[in-house]
């Protein structure tokens, strides 16, 4: 069991330019999130997913977009990338199923634009 | 929507000592806080929860309490060690919010021994 896996680990992007950050996790779990956490700050969530098909809006979700085509994987997308998203990005998972539960985070993406 | 306050942003203690982190929520559906220890350029990892259908939970050195009238919880640690030094993150749940979890600040913990 991987348990929640993100790449790349780091990646350093010049400014209007576009990646993905890719999140994957084996454990079946229906929930999956991103937050971004800024240098000494705390986990800002951007977007998560109730199951594949269905996302929403987090806190701070402009400037991203994101997609759920299937259980496993919720891929991140950065438009135009502004130096305001250099930023360690998480990726997290959760089962529903078994009622309120603790997420399980991915190791992080260290991105930074420059 | 749900908004979770954390103080203090940095604490010190000497080793042997006790810990105390507090965290409101305006939520009142809110229903699951989680706490969860970040290593330096770790991962956050859950250490403790506590559902809002029980007042307290104790596990080894560490305790959580939930006041759900004045909407605040605290973490408790006794006894800190050296290794107890991370930054430990509060944060709040709702199942009617389609289980958004939102996370205070943090406070950044230092054990001195």
């Known amino acids: 069991n991987a348990g929640v896996t993100q790449t790349p680990k780091f990646r350093i992007l010049k400014i209007g330019q576009s990646m993905t950050l890719q999140c994957t996790q084996d454990?079946?779990?229906?929930?999956m999130y991103w937050y971004r956490q800024d240098p000494g700050m705390g986990l800002k969530l951007i977007y998560y997913?109730?199951?594949?098909?269905?996302?929403d809006k987090g806190e701070v979700p402009n400037g991203y977009n994101v997609s759920r085509s299937t259980t496993e994987d919720f891929p991140l997308r950065l438009e135009l990338a502004a130096p305001s998203q250099t930023s360690v990005y998480f990726c997290?998972?959760?089962?529903?199923?078994?009622?309120?539960?603790?997420?399980?985070f991915g190791p992080g993406t260290r991105l930074t634009v420059l | 929507g749900e908004n979770v306050e954390q103080h203090p942003s940095t604490l010190s203690v000497q080793e042997g000592d006790s810990a105390v982190i507090k965290c409101t929520y305006s939520?009142?559906?809110?229903?699951?806080f989680p706490w969860y220890k970040q290593e330096l350029g770790k991962r956050p990892q859950l250490i403790i929860d506590?559902?809002?259908?029980?007042g307290e939970k104790k596990d080894q050195r560490i305790a959580v309490t939930l006041n759900k009238t004045a909407k605040h919880f605290s973490l408790h640690i006794t006894e800190t060690q050296p290794e107890d030094s991370a930054v430990y993150f509060c944060?709040?749940?709702?199942?009617?919010?389609?289980?958004?979890?939102?996370f205070g600040p943090g406070t950044s913990l230092s054990v001195i021994p």
């Open positions: 997290a998972s959760r089962n529903q199923g078994t009622g309120l539960s603790e997420q399980f």
């Open positions: 454990m079946n779990h229906n929930y």
């Open positions: 997913s109730v199951g594949a098909g269905i996302t």
């Open positions: 939520d009142s559906a809110s229903n699951y």
């Open positions: 506590i559902r809002s259908n029980v």
């Open positions: 944060a709040a749940s709702s199942e009617t919010s389609y289980d958004k979890v939102i």
